[in-house]
């Protein structure tokens, strides 16, 4: 059985909600999918926003599409958290209470977020199909080795997010752990349960 898996970076960015990408970017907003976005669940915006925190900011952070309708999340590494002047808690996507905020800024306004930064818990997406056949349920953590040249890393703790119908496997880990392992692109890594 192989448990081989591509391991993709997560770079900062922004899950915005429908009424922050209002005010930001105008009430005519439209955000334009970067090329070759058919056909994936989640991906990113030509466009690009500012990010402002106490100590330090960025200029260009990419947006993820499609919009998110309740809220706005961001997901950082803990070195930009330090450079942005933050602490972050390391969260699964969606568990923003008690997190802290930023500002965003766009062409049009700004929006002064009180919760919704957070580093995303590294995971990894498999089908029902994938799992089941592993014998492994949706709260189950995994290991996962990074099959890196110069730098072989195994990372503890790696969330499983099982998705029904789900047609590939792939792993997100954020620049910082990519920097651990040696990583500078698309990779391939082991599951180990």
């Known amino acids: 059985m192989n448990n081989t898996v591509p391991v993709e970076i ?3 960015h ?9 005010t930001i970017f105008g009430d005519d907003v439209t955000l334009t999918p970067t090329p070759g976005w058919e ?13 402002q925190g106490p100590k330090g900011s960025f200029p260009r952070v990419a947006i993820m599409l499609p ?10 590494s803990l070195t930009d958290a330090r450079t942005l002047g933050i602490e972050v808690p390391i969260r699964n996507s969606r568990q923003i209470a008690g997190s802290p905020g930023v500002k965003i800024i766009g062409p049009k306004g700004e929006v002064d977020l009180t919760e ?6 590294r995971h990894v997406h498999v089908s029902d199909v994938w799992a089941e056949e592993r014998g492994l349920s949706k709260d189950d953590m995994v290991k996962l080795e990074i099959n890196s040249e110069e730098r072989k ?10 998705e029904k119908g789900l047609d590939h496997s792939v792993v997100h880990i954020d620049v910082d752990e990519a920097n651990a392992a040696g990583v500078t692109g698309i ?7």
């Not at 056909?39 to 500012?50: D, F, N």
């Not at 919009?67 to 950082?76: D, G, M, N, V």
């Open 187 to 193: 990779c391939e890594g082991t599951v180990i349960f």
């Open 67 to 76: 919009l998110y309708k309740e809220f706005t999340q961001i997901e950082i």
């Open 39 to 51: 056909g994936k669940v989640q991906y990113a915006a030509i466009e690009r926003l500012a990010m």
């Open 10 to 12: 997560s770079a900062r």
């Open 116 to 121: 919704g930064v957070i580093a995303a818990r």
């Open 14 to 22: 922004v899950h915005l909600s429908e009424k922050d990408a209002r």
């Open 153 to 162: 890393l195994v990372f503890g703790d790696v969330a499983l997010r099982i």
